[in-house]
């Protein structure tokens, strides 16, 4: 899992504009903000420790690669049930990102609230390099992935405002590049994240690669 930092000015203030989209219906996400799980609210950091990740891990020929606990909105049911409000919002991800960032897809357009998270899960269902980019309001909040060479958990807190990392999140049979990881936070988070899929060939492989360098290469750069 490696950050990148946005210098980019651009980019900067298209993630500005796209937050300060999504913050007036900010009510409105809380309360339609979806509780997979059903964990009462304030008890979801559970599915964020150790304890949780090494009970996966242990059972992971179980888990499909998606989360089975979560708290938050996703733009793309936001859509559906007030499509006045959230299809432009949806349209905005999925279609002019994706664009200017040169991705394959938007796979996760997400508003967590305070106790908002996302438990431990891999993605080894949806495997491609992703760029996963976070606004949160105050900082307080993490992100925490499973370190397979040094058998630890590493955890980047947030700051106020963007950041950015990105990772090949492999298949299932692809172990080197499974990926464990989750996220909580205390306080309004945002995530943005986008896909570069590689399909089974060395050759998509490395062309994933090099669009996502791409895109560092832009959004570092001033």
Not at 36 to 65: A, T, W
Not at 134 to 159: A, M
Not at 193 to 215: C, H, M, N, R
Request: proline residues 5%; glycine residues 6%.
């Amino acid at each position: 899992m490696t950050e990148v930092v946005i210098r980019n000015e651009e980019f900067l203030k298209l993630l500005d504009d796209t937050i300060e989209m999504f913050l007036p219906h900010r009510e409105l996400m809380e309360s339609m903000a979806s509780n997979e799980g059903n964990v009462p609210v304030g008890d979801g950091e559970y599915y964020c420790q150790k304890k949780h990740l090494f009970d996966k891990m242990n059972n992971s020929e179980h888990h499909i690669g998606f989360p089975e606990h979560a708290y938050g909105f996703q733009v793309a049911h936001g859509a559906k049930s007030h499509p006045e409000i959230f299809a432009p919002l949806k349209m905005h991800t999925k279609n002019e990102l994706v664009r200017i960032f040169g991705a394959n897809n938007n796979s996760l357009t997400s508003y967590y609230p305070a106790n908002g998270y996302v438990g431990w899960h891999t993605n080894w269902n949806a495997y491609g390099y992703q760029m996963i980019i976070t606004w949160s309001e105050s900082g307080d909040g993490y992100f925490s992935y499973y370190d397979k060479e040094t058998k630890s958990i590493v955890t980047h807190h947030d700051r106020a405002g963007w950041q950015a990392r990105w990772y090949r999140f492999g298949r299932k049979d692809e172990p080197n590049h499974v990926c464990w990881h989750t996220a909580w936070t205390n306080c309004p988070r945002f995530t943005l994240a986008f896909k570069f899929p590689y399909g089974q060939t060395s050759s998509k492989v490395d062309q994933a690669y090099e669009a996502i360098q791409d895109l560092i290469y832009e959004m570092e750069n001033p």
